[in-house]
C-alpha cells in the first residue's frame, strides 16, 4: 500500500462490476467522509484514497481505476497543474474535481473543464459534509456514469471539398457534459485569421459565462462576447449563448443577428441547442454546419434534424474521445450525423472549411 494513502477498509480490490473511484484530497478527514459517501450509493467502489498528486500518479501506475476525485488545492503541485498528467494516467478514467475553488462562477471551474475534467463539485467546509453533499456526489457521479446502450456506430461519410458548392457560412457548436474541454481541442485546430462567425451554446449556469467566454476567447484567438439581444453576427466573431436564455438567429437587412428567448425548450436545458439549431437552419439554409460534443441527454437532436432537412450539414464527437456520448450519440445513432470525428478533425475541417457529404 502507498505511503499516505488512506486504506477503505476492504474495498481497495473493490467490485469489477461498479466503477471504480480513485481519490485525491489532502485532507485525511475529506478523504473519509468522501469514501464513505461514494460507498453509501451501493454503485461505485472507492478504490484508493491518497493525499497528493504524487501518490494518485503512483497508484495510477499500477491500479486501474474509472473515475478520480480531484481536489485542487494541495500540498505540492495542486490539482490543475497535475490534471493533464493524471488524465493521461487514468488512461480514460473521468475526472471530477471536488473543491471549495469551484464555487459559483469560479474560474477555476471553467480551467478544471477546459483541461479535461469530466465535471466539477464544491466541496463544502468539514462541518458540512452533510447528506445534500452525499446526493450531489452521488448525483454527478451517476450522471458521469450514465450506461448508454450500444449503439451501430455509422461511418463518416466522404468529404466535400468543393467549397463554393459544398461549404458553410456560419459554424453552431453545441456542448455540455466534457464538451468544454473537446471545444478546446477543436478550436486549438481553428486560425485566428478564420472569417465565420462561431456560435456556441454550452450548458453552463450564467454565473460562469463570462469566465467561459474569456477562455475561449483565448483559445480561439480572437474576441468572443457572451450574447445580447440584436446582437450581430460578424464575420470571425464568436458568441456564446448566456446561461439565461437560449440563442436564436434571425434575418436582417445587412445580414443576422442573435435574439434571445426564454421560452422553455423540449429538452428541458438552459441554454438549449435547439433553438439555436433550428434558427440556424431557417436562416442559412443549406449554407449552416452544426456541431455537437460531448454531453448528457438529446438535446441537438431535434435542431440537428432540422439542419438536414434544410440543406446544412451536422458533425458529431465520436464515442472514443466523448465523456458522455449522449447528445453526440442521439444524432448519430438516429443517422443524421454526417460525419462522425474526434474534436481536432472536427476543427481541422471547420478550418479547411469543407463540409462532409451528407
Not at 484508493?48 to 474509472?66: E, I, R
Not at 435542431?303 to 472514443?320: F, K, N, P
Amino acid at each position: 500500500m502507498l505511503r499516505g494513502s488512506t486504506k477503505i477498509s476492504g474495498r481497495l480490490a473493490g467490485s469489477r462490476d461498479r466503477p471504480r473511484i480513485l481519490i485525491v484530497d489532502d485532507s485525511v478527514v475529506a478523504r473519509a467522509v468522501i469514501a464513505r459517501a461514494i460507498d453509501g450509493t451501493g454503485r461505485f467502489v472507492v478504490a484508493g484514497a491518497v493525499p497528493h498528486a504524487k501518490a494518485a500518479l503512483a497508484f495510477l501506475a499500477t491500479q486501474h481505476v474509472d473515475g478520480i476525485l480531484l481536489d485542487i488545492e494541495m500540498p505540492g503541485v495542486d490539482g490543475l497543474t497535475a490534471l493533464p498528467d493524471l488524465i493521461a494516467a487514468g488512461e480514460g478514467a473521468k475526472v471530477l474535481v471536488v473543491s471549495s475553488a469551484c464555487s459559483d462562477g469560479a474560474a477555476a471551474t471553467i480551467e478544471a473543464l477546459s483541461l479535461g475534467a469530466a465535471d466539477t463539485l464544491v466541496k463544502p467546509d468539514i462541518g458540512d459534509f452533510a447528506g445534500r453533499f452525499s446526493a450531489l456526489l452521488d448525483e454527478k457521479l451517476s450522471r458521469l456514469f450514465e450506461t448508454v446502450p450500444p449503439a451501430t456506430t455509422p461511418s463518416a461519410r466522404p468529404i466535400s471539398t468543393d467549397r463554393a458548392a459544398g461549404g458553410f457560412d456560419i459554424v453552431a457548436i453545441g456542448a455540455s457534459t466534457g464538451g468544454i474541454h473537446a471545444l478546446s481541442q477543436l478550436l486549438r485546430e481553428i486560425p485566428a485569421s478564420f472569417p465565420l462567425p462561431i456560435l456556441i451554446t454550452q450548458h453552463l449556469p450564467d454565473s460562469f459565462m463570462p469566465y467561459f467566454a474569456a477562455q475561449v476567447a483565448v483559445l480561439a484567438g480572437r474576441p468572443c462576447e457572451v450574447a445580447t439581444d440584436s446582437m450581430r453576427i460578424r464575420p470571425g466573431r464568436v458568441i456564446v449563448a448566456p446561461g439565461t436564455a437560449h440563442i436564436r438567429v434571425v434575418s436582417t437587412s445587412d445580414g443576422a443577428a442573435i435574439r434571445l428567448s426564454t421560452e422553455p425548450a423540449k429538452s428541458g436545458c438552459m441554454p438549449s441547442v435547439d433553438p439555436m439549431f433550428d434558427s440556424l437552419a431557417e436562416v442559412f439554409g443549406a449554407r449552416a454546419l452544426g456541431i455537437v460534443l460531448s454531453g448528457m441527454g438529446r438535446d441537438g437532436s431535434e435542431g440537428a434534424q432540422r439542419i438536414i432537412d434544410r440543406g446544412g450539414s451536422v458533425v458529431v464527437q465520436d464515442q472514443a474521445s466523448s465523456v458522455v456520448w449522449g447528445m453526440p450519440g442521439a444524432i448519430a445513432t438516429n443517422g443524421t450525423a454526417c460525419a462522425i470525428m474526434p474534436p481536432t478533425e472536427i476543427g481541422k475541417l471547420v478550418a479547411a472549411r469543407r463540409r462532409p457529404g451528407c
